[in-house]
């Protein structure tokens, strides 16, 4: 079975701090795409970035930057510089070639404070 | 573009009723799919369909009826309601299924069975 596992349910983070979610995978296929999703309160799903497992360097969007390592499948998220905005649930997810299916895992909840 | 739009966005039913949530985009996407959020589950795949006229099941595709009649509608069917589909349901949709597509997701719609 494929899985996505975010070990840490919740974290917190002060305004202007840097913060990494964890997550792992577990597939058998080479050939994928991972997925970090933003839920805020609002409850609309943004996706915040996305990393291609067949390229070796790590996708960044702005303040987010990802660490991927393929071998140990493992995936997290780097948030620097923490606005308030980034108050929200955040999934990871990834789906493989062939096929249709997107897997989550079941969220880290993050907390900028001021 | 509307993007991908829900109705309603919030729903009481009680056990027994059934109800049909509406699901729509215009962005000509062939894949469009159902999720279900529960606290503590991330988002769970219910049906998904590949373009109009096919529908498969997905993770928890038990008490749900789908059909894809046309490119932009895929609605939701709840047979007879149980307090365990209490939830929110996210509608999402993509130009293709897999690995280089953006899923666009819905707002949502909380449905609380009674």
């Known amino acids: 079975a494929q899985t996505v596992t975010q070990s840490q349910p919740e974290m917190s983070v002060q305004e202007a701090e840097t913060v990494t979610l964890s997550c792992t995978y577990d597939t058998s296929e080479n050939n994928y795409y991972l997925f970090w999703y933003k839920q805020p309160p609002s409850r609309q799903m943004i996706l915040v970035i996305r990393q291609e497992a067949y390229k070796q360097q790590n996708a960044t969007e702005n303040r987010f930057s990802v660490n991927f390592q393929k071998a140990a499948k493992s995936f997290s998220l780097k948030i620097s510089d923490s606005q308030l905005g980034d108050t929200a649930m955040y999934f990871c997810a990834f789906i493989t070639g062939g096929s249709e299916k997107l897997v989550f895992g079941k969220g880290t909840k993050l907390t900028v404070n001021p | 573009n509307a993007g991908v739009t829900q109705t309603p966005k919030f729903q009481v039913l009680k056990t027994g009723q059934s109800m049909t949530l509406q699901c729509a985009q215009d962005?000509?996407?062939?894949?469009m799919s159902w999720y279900r959020q529960d606290p503590g589950m991330g988002l769970r795949l219910i049906h998904y369909s590949v373009g109009a006229g096919i529908t498969d099941q997905g993770e928890v595709p038990n008490g749900y009826n789908v059909s894809r009649s046309t490119t932009e509608d895929f609605p939701l069917r709840l047979l007879s309601a149980a307090p365990s589909q209490t939830s929110v349901y996210f509608c999402?949709?993509?130009?293709?299924?897999?690995?280089?597509?953006?899923?666009?997701f819905g707002p949502g719609t909380r449905l609380t069975v009674t």
């Open positions: 999402a949709s993509s130009f293709v299924p897999g690995l280089a597509s953006e899923q666009y």
């Open positions: 962005m000509n996407h062939e894949y």
